[in-house]
């Protein structure tokens, strides 16, 4: 067994129950379907904040509930986000459990694809990008990024190629706004022909508001949200979905969690629950 690096995480086995229900089955025999097992989670403030401001790397998690966001990941094929996070946060999108590939153990097994949407392919990824780093490590798999471009620029190709990563070109359109807008069933469909089984979404703000939308919030399996005991103040990346109505013009809630459960975690708390669909 190798050493695991001094960065590595323990999450202790006696934490692990109460997260199974909420999770990918392990079970190798469970039904093969077309659509990898999808988790959404992320941490927030008590303001609804996911960092605090669209460009801001900013911690929410303590060490508890961080460790198990790592758990998460090593319990998923593969981890998403957004092209903004991909920029503010230079992340490293690798799961750092003591005991996976690379923390202890050599390949990578445990080690979730790393899946960035990136439109237009404007994430200008380099040799130094952490994930980069811990892919020469043997501590990260290199990323997929989705794009709508058709041929990406042909020198970040022949790097992101060089690592094993690729672009995955789909089709996209253009919302009233002007912004790109995946087909979400189709993306889940892709990743789980490349053999995607399960994917946690990890944010940000965009990538949320959009699978919250009435139109793709049955597609979550699962919802773990990390709540800090923390404001953040005016002026940060909110959570907040499009306001919704019902047949007489009255406003709605967005979205509603059913089968809660709720787990202190030193200070901060873990919400774990699926989507209420409505009847
Ligand atoms: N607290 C947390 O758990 C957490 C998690 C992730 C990110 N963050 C924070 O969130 C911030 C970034 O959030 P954000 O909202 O600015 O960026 P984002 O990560 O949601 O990325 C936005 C971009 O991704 C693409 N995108 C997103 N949704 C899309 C869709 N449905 N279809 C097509 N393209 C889509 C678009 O190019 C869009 O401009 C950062 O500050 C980061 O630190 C926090
Ligand atoms: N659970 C959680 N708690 C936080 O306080 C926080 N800021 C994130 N943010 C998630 C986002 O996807 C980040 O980009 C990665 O957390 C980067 O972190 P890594 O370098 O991969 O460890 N997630």
């Known amino acids: 067994m190798n050493t695991a690096p001094r960065d590595a995480l323990e999450f202790p086995e006696s934490d692990r129950g109460f997260l199974e229900p909420h999770l990918p089955p392990q079970d190798s025999s469970a039904p093969q379907l077309d659509l990898p097992f999808t988790t959404l989670t992320f941490a927030t403030s008590l303001d609804s904040s996911l960092a605090l401001s669209p460009g ?73 990008s952490k994930l980069f780093q811990l892919c020469r490590e043997g501590r990260s798999r290199p990323p997929w990024i989705i794009t709508a471009v058709e041929k990406p620029n042909a020198e970040k190709q022949a790097l992101l190629e060089s690592y094993g990563g690729r672009f995955i070109s789909v089709k996209m359109i253009r919302t009233h706004t002007g912004r790109h807008q995946i087909d979400w069933p189709e993306l889940l469909v892709t990743l789980r022909s490349n053999g995607l089984r399960s994917v946690m979404i990890e944010g940000g703000g965009h990538v949320i508001k959009s699978l919250l939308s ?48 709720w787990y202190p975690f030193g200070e901060d708390v873990v919400l774990c629950g699926q989507i209420k669909l409505s009847d």
């Open 56 to 128: 801001a790397r900013t911690v929410l998690s303590g060490p508890q509930s961080k460790a198990m966001t790592h758990y998460l990941r090593s319990r998923h094929d593969g981890i998403i986000i957004g092209v903004g996070t991909a920029v503010a946060d230079d992340p490293g999108l690798n799961c750092r459990i003591t005991g996976v590939g690379g923390y202890g153990q050599p390949g990578l097994n445990g080690q979730p694809r790393p899946v960035v949407i990136d439109p237009t392919a404007r994430w200008e990824f380099s040799d130094d």
């Open 214 to 261: 009435p139109q793709y919030m049955s597609l979550l399996d699962s919802v773990i949200v990390t709540i800090a005991p923390t404001w953040l103040g005016e002026g940060g990346v909110v959570v907040s979905p499009d306001r919704r109505f019902d047949d007489d013009g009255n406003a709605i809630s967005a979205a509603r969690l059913k089968n809660v459960r």
